[in-house]
């Protein structure tokens, strides 16, 4: 179960993380979760050069460390780096120092100062232990979640969810995954070229 659009509540109950910017602007904030690895993230990198767009890509720092060299790219397109945890860990179902260790093992690799919990869970005490490790985190949340890893949503639906919910100031989660891929090289595409048409602008975090 997952809401594609994040209620105004869970923002409310959460305010230091961010789930969107500002609304006043035609900027949009595309980012992407789980990467790098190979054949996804190349293809990202491409479409998103083909929109001269700049994105955020949340790293997990064990594909880091097997991807070196597809890490590198996706910096040297100057897009902006995110910490995503070492392991992909749930917040919930993890202790606080295992959770913050794994958090540090991957800024070793990824060296941000922006993170975002995997699967959006994350513990109050967690917050406030990453942030003491990391004076400045900003940990990044979003107001549309594409849904493009659900196997079971087809890539039709999935375009129409993040279409219909994405507004200026919209931090929307795809992911670079393998599991994702069926939607995201759909969807992505076509996305790029509705926001386009709409006049927005692609930012990174």
Known sequence: ??????????????????????RDNQRIYVTFDDGPIPIVTPFVLNILEQYRAKATFFCIGDNVNKHPDIFEQVKNAGHAIGNHTFNHLKGWKTGDKTYLDNFLKADELVGSNLFRPPYGRIKRSQIKLLREAKPGLDIVMWDVLSGDFDQKLSPEDCLTNVLKHTEPGSIIVFHDSLKAFDRLEYVLPKAMEEWSRRGWEFASL
């Open 1 to 22: 179960m997952y809401l594609v659009k994040t209620p105004r509540l869970l923002k409310q109950l959460y305010p230091s993380l961010l789930w969107n910017k500002a």
